[in-house]
């Protein structure tokens, strides 16, 4: 059971446009969202993230949209550069019954910015 | 900082071999995970940390221990490779939330 999903394996975007990739998620218990951003042989490196208690969340060229209610979360990347080009990962957390944070992750949507 | 650091890069096991895939992080976080990425796949939890001494399973456990004997370290073990375990791993430390990741053990089991 995929409690987060990211139902578009890939997009490929010409450069300098928007870039728009779509999460969703199962689990109303999750309170904490983020994106990752990932390079061929390396790991994941954070983008940036959400709290449920807000809506959007801007940083630099990148937003990222929470809509609660749909349980969906959107990452816009204006305007789109050719090294944005990576998997990008969505993942969600909540409270364990432990208290430790963990991370449930998405399987990817592999962004191509073409020249 | 180094962040997080994870050995060897590359490996490759015959079926049965065991090995251990060595994390160490210099961030003093509390949080320590492990994961395994299989090709087209999200990543998927195989065991955490929340501080020294304590462990606990994530989503795929089998096939695999840990130990968490200081702060900085976090080895995974594979007692007995199966092809099954093909995969690249992924070490990460977080202090609350936001966690970051080592650069990966490819592993092959043949």
């Known amino acids: 059971d995929q409690q987060v999903k990211q139902n578009s394996p890939s997009l490929s975007v010409q450069e300098g446009r928007i870039s728009i990739l779509n999460c969703d998620y199962t689990n109303s218990m999750f309170d904490y969202f983020l994106w990752y951003k990932k390079y061929p042989a390396e790991g994941p490196t954070f983008l940036i993230s959400?709290?449920?208690?807000?809506d959007k969340n801007e940083d630099g060229r990148f937003t990222v949209f929470l809509n609660k209610s749909a349980k969906h979360l959107s990452l816009h990347i204006v305007p789109s550069q050719p090294g944005d080009s990576a998997v990008y990962f969505c993942a969600a957390s909540g409270r364990t019954q432990g208290g430790s944070e963990k991370l449930v992750f998405g399987k990817g949507t592999k962004l191509t910015v073409n020249p | 900082n180094a962040g997080v650091t994870q050995t060897p890069k590359f490996r490759i096991l015959k079926i049965g071999q065991s090995m251990t895939l060595q994390c160490t992080q210099d961030?003093?976080?509390?949080?320590m995970y492990w994961y395994r990425q299989d090709p087209g796949m999200g990543l998927k939890l195989i065991y955490y940390s929340v501080g020294a001494g304590i462990t606990d399973k994530g989503e795929v456990p089998n096939g695999y221990n840990v130990s968490r004997s200081t702060t900085e370290d976090f080895p995974l073990r594979l007692e007995l490779a199966a092809p099954s375990q093909t995969s690249v791993y992924f070490c990460?430390?977080?202090?609350?939330?936001?966690?970051?990741f080592g650069p990966g053990t490819r592993l092959t089991v043949l």
């Open positions: 990460a430390s977080s202090p609350f939330q936001e966690q970051f």
């Open positions: 961030m003093n976080h509390n949080y």
């Open positions: 959400i709290s449920s208690i807000k």
